[in-house]
DNA sequence: GATGAATGAGTATTCATTCAT
DNA sequence: AATGAATGAATACTCATTCAT
């Protein structure tokens, strides 16, 4: 790396990282809007108003898109939980709440997320970015278990609670028959539950 | 429906089933032996040595095939949880454990599990009847929160405790960067921690 | 290999054989027809009148499609080639004249088997049937060169007169700036003259 | 056309010429290491370090790039020949041995004649200022055939040598089943062969 | 009851080329 | 003079599903 960068070279590298941040806009407001495998290159060019070819300006790959938008909103996702993790008590339950209320509310997120879990070894080959990111969350949630644990009790335990609160959303957030709303409120209250469970078990 | 059958129909309509059951069986065992994007109508037909056209005379769908498979496993699943609910203390240990070393060894289980799990809705209304039987084995996980408990209260226990073990498998079955062994070992990990966790603080 | 088919099912290989066959002229009458790279699965699809997808019950793939043409009409022009050398003096000339007026005439044949020949070492692995059947072309000249040569010497020289006949259609049939039946018939005097060459001289 | 040139015009236009050369450059690179359809204009822009809009300052087409490479290589390999025709006896033998060692060495020719020769009449109307160069091979060779040939007769055999050599390029340069050095070989033995028998044959 | 045949709709990706800056 | 951005057009292949026989 040159130790500095001309202004204008600067800018054009800025100006495509705005480009890039707009195709992950529209990928991921149609991952909020349809269903995963309906999302397809085409209807992000069509969403950001460019034609399919220009977006491999920027992703070398269609999975190379889709870990990226993975990324951004699981750090988002981060940076929310560590706010929460300023506040008081109680501190587990506040945040499973923000964890799946997230989730919730991006529905993009939950979708790529499922659909990496779900792909097998085959997808995860890719995803070492987002694992730093994930491990960084795990880090948050075991802070969480301190108490005479031993590291890797309360590493464990931080697992299990992760775990639990995607497997939460995983198992209700679609569970047929009831309003979204409903299932919504359902998917809050089992977060609380595993939360408190996992406050006065996890010791 | 008439009152009673007549037998040549009986014959048939079991007969029927037989063939069914054979198809079911070839799909499992595709399930079990390859990741679900390989496992077409084509291939389940080859492996039953019939044509994929076949197929549509005992489901009228792929998807109803699938959900057929996901019942019987998941039905068969029940089975083994409920011998094991027989047995001794720790109860919710031994149940988790038994659960997820089901799904680890069930490949094909986890997989239709994780596919209409993550399908959304128009997956999920399929499901009726699965939905039962999911019923069924929530109830069984319910009669292990017994104690002063709620009904609501056991019932929303039993809800997260499953969706916390589907959580373990999906977030760590397919964990990158370790050995199946060693990823399977720390499913039962976890599912074990989670058991205790639910032990001790659901109450 | 049963001993013996049933009727019914030799019935259906032979009309399959007969589809296979129209897929086969459709792609040989476009070639004589079009440049090799204007010929696609669509085009052929639609010249027999069928859909792309039904061209892959058929061939597993372009190539295989591409090869079976190739080897049809080599074919061809083997027993063309055959039966005039069953015929008079002076042999090599009109073995040369014979084999250069088949490739002018059939342009297909001459395009894939120039893609073929320039595509590489990758294209030519799957040529092996091809292969064969060139083999059994150059036994033929071969036949023409006895005298009291060696068999490397003769079969050297059979070598020698196919490339160069091939050679004089590549080089010339295409020739510019002259008109189509202006250049068929430098490209027959060529042959003859290499013919004539090889006559006196391959001895 | 100015009958002078202004010095600063010219400086240029040398300048120009220059940077077209480093673009030739590239591309004969490229294409004797790689497979034809594995060079794209892009691939060429890099290994020159300019962008790929920035060729077509130099040339208009792909094509036009294509022929001057076409160009700039026969006409080393004629310069080659002139040179090889010089010595002595005997003389078809080491021009057809040169020939087709210099086309066996330079990928990047066989594949771009080959490409322009299997082209057909589009491809070749381009090919223009090749034709004169191709023209003065032909020359070359025909000077070989004095004898007591009419003009006519000689110019003949020097179009069937010329493209006998390249049948036996093409026919045998990529042969399936043996070793590069094999192939070599083998076509430098039939290059002989072709050069003896038109030097007994074609009197 | 079964099947061979056929298909329509769908997908990611590539590349030469153009143009505003 | 150069380039970054963008694109239109193209392509092979897959698969669940239907239907006449």
Known sequence: MSRSESPLVKLRREEKEVRKGLILDAATALFSRLPFDQVGMREIATEVGISPAAIYRYFSDRDELFVEVLCREVESVYDRLARVAEGGEPMLERLATAY????????????????????GEIRAERLERFNQIQRRLL??????????HSAARSRLLAHALFASLNGVLISFLNYPGREAEERRSHVVRLAKAVAQVFAQGGR
Not at 105 to 117: H, K, V
Not at 139 to 148: A, E, K, S, T, V
């Open 100 to 119: 799946v209320t997230c989730l919730t509310d991006n529905r993009a997120l939950f979708q790529i997320m499922t659909y990496f879990m779900a792909g």
């Open 139 to 148: 880090d948050l949630f075991q802070r969480q278990f301190p108490g005479g």
